[in-house]
């Protein structure tokens, strides 16, 4: 098999396991997978504005839009205007919010650690550099 193939392959079987991994999580506390992103994210970066967001998800800000406003209306996400610049909306987690991403993290977390006790000790540090290498170079190819 040519490297391309082999690596397209490789992509297509990994992004679905994640893709998985992403459905479980979000599943524990009903959501979609999206809106299991978008608290996860708002997690890591409190204040972040729907731009921000949209770039940080790779997501159109009019889709995005939409799912963040559900979550509003779950009382997950909380919207306010930005004290430096009030054209601008900022999101952040609501105490509920903070519970659910607490929630799908563990889920998130578990899985990863079982995929990581699933490979042999001597090659964890070559996987992990692997994989820093592999993300770095998608993330220059689609940046």
Not at 48 to 72: A, K, P, Y
Not at 88 to 105: D, F, N, Q
Request: aromatic residues 6%; proline residues 3%.
């Amino acid at each position: 098999m040519q490297p391309v193939a082999e690596i397209r392959e490789f992509m297509q079987s990994l992004f679905r396991h994640v893709g998985m991994l992403n459905k479980d999580s979000a599943e524990c506390d009903d959501l979609s997978v999206i809106q299991s992103q978008i608290i996860y994210e708002l997690g890591k970066h409190d204040g972040f504005s729907l731009m921000d967001l949209s770039n940080c998800l790779l997501i159109e800000s009019s889709s995005l839009s939409r799912h963040v406003q559900s979550l509003v209306e779950r009382a997950l996400v909380s919207r306010y205007p930005d004290p430096k610049d009030r054209r601008y909306v900022v999101l952040s987690l609501t105490p509920a919010g903070v519970k659910t991403r607490e929630s799908v993290s563990r889920v998130i977390d578990e899985r990863v650690e079982q995929v990581w006790n699933a490979i042999p000790l001597d090659e964890r540090e070559n996987v992990l550099r692997c994989v820093h290498v592999l993300s770095k170079a998608i993330t220059e190819t689609f940046s």
